[in-house]
């Protein structure tokens, strides 16, 4: 894993959110899943984990989001965990799968993913949070990649092109989607590996 993304680790991750400003709009729940080769050299996922996060004090919620997310963020029964507790949970999963995979950090991979990695530091400039496991600005978008790869940009429609199943009754949960990003990224990376497995080496900059 270290070498074939150049020290990084893919990590995929959606956000669901209260609006589109990172600023001012809520983290409402956070999902992550990991990523490693097995052993016949194919890209397959690793570990799911998922949050749901009380909103920051001040936060602004748009009703038009919770239609989409189908989020009730004043629910009782809501397990919701305060913004820097919800990171520090998921840090600990990706911190341990980048020691272990020999990788020197982690990289964002998302469907638009700026728009998620937006929030993430938000978030971690927000709660305070010193050390973050992701690169800062380059992550991997798999609404880029698709659109090569496959000819469709909409997840839900890579998603099928890819040969995948899509619920969209479960579409547009944090966990639910980001589970089908990371297939999508994992059969993306796995059609490319003959030309990949074909490059020569380059010199380590």
Not at 91 to 113: E, I, Y
Not at 124 to 136: C, L, N, Q
Request: some cysteine.
């Amino acid at each position: 894993m270290a070498q074939r993304f150049r020290g990084f680790l893919p990590v995929v991750i959606d956000v669901e959110t209260g609006g589109f400003n990172n600023a001012t709009d809520a983290l409402l729940e956070i999902a992550a899943v990991t990523v490693d080769f097995n052993a016949d050299g194919e890209l397959e996922l690793r570990e799911s984990v998922s949050y749901h996060v009380e909103p920051f004090e001040g936060a602004n919620i748009e009703p038009a989001s919770l239609e989409v997310n189908g989020i009730d963020p004043h629910h009782p029964l809501r397990p919701a965990l305060p913004e820097r507790e919800a990171l520090a949970r998921v840090f600990r999963v990706v911190r341990t799968m980048v020691k272990d995979t020999g990788c020197k950090r982690a990289v964002l991979v998302g469907h638009n993913a700026h728009f998620d990695l937006g929030f993430l530091n938000a978030a971690i400039a927000r709660t305070g949070i010193k050390r973050s496991p992701f690169h800062p600005f380059s992550c991997f978008d798999t609404a880029t990649l698709a659109g090569v790869a496959l000819g469709q940009t909409v997840l839900r429609r890579a998603a099928t092109a890819a040969g995948m199943s899509w619920d969209n009754d479960a579409a547009h949960s944090a966990r639910y989607d980001t589970e089908q990003t990371a297939k999508l990224f994992c059969t993306i990376v796995n059609r490319f590996r003959p030309i990949y497995e074909n490059i020569p080496p380059l010199p380590q900059d």
